[in-house]
């Protein structure tokens, strides 16, 4: 079973840094292409950010282009996300998903079928 597991969250002032990881099992993790997402309250899930099976190609939304930074060890079947320059803003639940197969550069949640149960960060003013 394909499990997805986030951690590294938490309240952090503006202007600070957090990094964000996702543990894997149950898949050949260095096979598929992996995202994040993050949810505010009262908005919709939007794409943070994302990468290729292997690392070598990444994709940003323009609201943290130069501020995140996504990387994946497949080593150790885990991907991360380094948030650097936080703004109150960035303040969502952050989720970690597994793209599906065939589909290149997607933004869309429903490109993803595998989701965890996602990671709160708060960034204060």
């Known amino acids: 079973q394909v499990q997805l597991v986030e951690s590294g969250g938490g309240l952090v002032q503006a202007g600070g840094s957090l990094r964000l990881s996702c543990a894997t099992s149950?898949?050949?993790?260095?096979?598929?292409?992996m995202g994040w997402f993050r949810q505010a309250p009262g908005k919709e899930r939007e794409f943070v950010a994302g990468?290729?099976?292997?690392?070598?190609?990444?994709d940003y939304a323009d609201s943290v282009k130069g501020r995140f930074t996504i990387s994946r060890d497949n080593a150790k079947n885990t991907v991360y996300l380094q948030m650097d320059s936080l703004k109150p803003e960035d303040t969502a639940v952050y989720y970690c998903?597994?793209?599906?197969?065939?589909?290149?550069?997607?933004?869309?949640?429903?490109?993803?079928?595998?989701w965890g149960q996602g990671t709160q960060v708060t960034v204060s003013s």
């Open positions: 998903a597994r793209k599906r197969p065939g589909v290149i550069r997607s933004p869309n949640a429903r490109d993803y079928p595998y």
């Open positions: 990468i290729n099976y292997s690392g070598g190609s990444t």
């Open positions: 149950g898949f050949t993790f260095s096979s598929y292409a």
